[in-house]
């Protein structure tokens, strides 16, 4: 007997059947988006979803669709991307594969460039999906004020500010911005998206190169909003604006084109949480009720 078809979200948020007898796969990738256009797949461009969907249907020889957990804007790097797709069982069954997913990740190492890897694959359940079930995103960003900038051998992850940081300062207005709040003034504008979102952890500390790394945790970030994060404390960091100022952009309904973009290379998407299986089409439930409300879908960066 089959098994009957069922449907899933992409990353548009539009329902999409899902091929009978077929197996949900989660992957956990890794890249540097130094050399990416980002991870959403652009005619004509490098794109981290567009070379892991090609390389996949080298191998499996079936077309493949992945579903991400958040999509990075270009240059922002991953050490824990979330992503799933649905796979024929036919195509599993292969004899390099023999019906063991995580075969995969060995053969995708072979053919993948260096900037990126799939470091684990697995079977899930078809309640799983990377975007909606998602309970929150963790993101780290790397600034130095270093008057050289970033050491060489970390450039490509590290962003450089020009003025002198007080950490104090930062963190203060970190902890200004935390809780349920519209974050418009932090998001480039996206027709009909809702821009309020749980920000749920967001701090500084200085690591043994003197490095300041933030830490910024959310139920979901819109576009741009992590970086422009960084950028508004950071202009509270080094003097140029004040505590009020920063607390204040909460009230404001549009971008405020006053609040600095931080580098895309100090960020890195670092993990994504999610419920037990029992709870993951509940969780889905949830997520997609407050995003069609809005018409709205989320993105990292």
Same mark, same amino acid.
């Given at each position: +007997?089959?098994?009957?078809?069922?449907?899933?979200?992409?990353?548009?948020?539009?329902?999409?059947?899902?091929?009978?007898?077929?197996?949900?796969?989660?992957?956990?990738?890794?890249?540097?988006?130094?050399?990416? #256009?980002?991870?959403?797949?652009?005619?004509?461009?490098?794109?981290?979803?567009?070379?892991?969907?090609?390389?996949?249907?080298?191998?499996?020889?079936?077309?493949?669709?992945?579903?991400?957990?958040?999509?990075?804007?270009?240059? =922002?790097?991953?050490?824990?991307?979330?992503?799933?797709?649905?796979?024929?069982?036919?195509?599993?069954?292969?004899?390099?594969?023999?019906?063991?997913?995580?075969?995969? =990740?060995?053969?995708?190492?072979? +053919?993948?460039?260096?900037?990126?890897?799939?470091? #684990?694959?697995?079977?899930?359940?078809?309640?799983?999906?990377?975007?909606?079930?998602?309970?929150?995103?963790?993101?780290?960003?790397?600034?130095?004020?270093?008057?050289? &900038?970033?050491?060489? *051998?970390?450039?490509?992850?590290?962003?450089?500010?020009?003025?002198?940081? !007080?950490?104090?300062? +930062?963190?203060?207005?970190?902890?200004?911005?935390?809780?349920?709040? !519209?974050?418009?003034?932090?998001?480039?504008?996206?027709?009909?998206?809702?821009?309020?979102?749980?920000?749920?952890?967001?701090?500084?500390?200085?690591?043994?190169?003197?490095?300041?790394?933030?830490?910024?945790?959310?139920?979901?970030?819109?576009?741009? +909003? *992590?970086?422009?994060?960084? &950028?508004? =404390?950071?202009?509270?960091?080094?003097?140029?604006?004040?505590?009020?100022?920063?607390?204040?952009?909460?009230?404001?309904?549009?971008?405020?084109?006053?609040?600095?973009?931080?580098?895309?290379?100090?960020?890195?998407?670092?993990?994504?949480?999610?419920?037990?299986?029992?709870?993951?089409?509940?969780?889905? =439930?949830?997520?997609?009720?407050?995003?069609?409300?809005?018409?709205?879908?989320?993105?990292?960066?």
């Amino acid at each position: +007997m089959s098994e009957p078809a069922v449907t899933a979200s992409g990353d548009g948020g539009f329902s999409r059947p899902v091929p009978s007898l077929s197996v949900r796969l989660r992957l956990d990738v890794s890249y540097d988006g130094t050399d990416f #256009a980002g991870w959403a797949r652009q005619i004509g461009q490098r794109t981290v979803c567009g070379l892991l969907e090609d390389t996949l249907a080298t191998v499996l020889r079936v077309p493949v669709r992945l579903t991400v957990a958040g999509r990075t804007d270009a240059g =922002v790097h991953a050490t824990g991307q979330v992503a799933h797709a649905d796979i024929p069982q036919s195509a599993l069954e292969t004899r390099s594969i023999g019906g063991d997913p995580s075969r995969l =990740v060995g053969r995708l190492a072979k +053919m993948l460039p260096d900037d990126v890897r799939v470091r #684990a694959i697995g079977p899930v359940s078809k309640d799983f999906d990377a975007r909606f079930s998602a309970l929150r995103r963790h993101y780290v960003y790397r600034l130095t004020d270093a008057r050289w &900038g970033a050491e060489p *051998v970390a450039a490509r992850t590290t962003a450089a500010w020009s003025r002198s940081l !007080d950490i104090d300062a +930062m963190n203060v207005a970190s902890r200004s911005l935390l809780g349920l709040n !519209d974050f418009a003034a932090f998001c480039r504008r996206r027709e009909g998206a809702t821009t309020i979102r749980d920000l749920q952890r967001f701090d500084w500390a200085a690591d043994a190169d003197g490095v300041l790394v933030g830490r910024v945790s959310a139920d979901a970030f819109c576009w741009s +909003m *992590v970086r422009s994060l960084v &950028g508004a =404390v950071a202009s509270v960091g080094d003097g140029r604006r004040d505590l009020e100022w920063c607390r204040g952009l909460l009230s404001e309904t549009s971008r405020n084109s006053r609040i600095p973009v931080a580098d895309a290379r100090g960020l890195c998407l670092v993990g994504v949480d999610y419920p037990g299986d029992d709870e993951l089409a509940a969780r889905n =439930v949830i997520t997609r009720d407050v995003r069609d409300s809005a018409s709205g879908g989320c993105c990292g960066g």
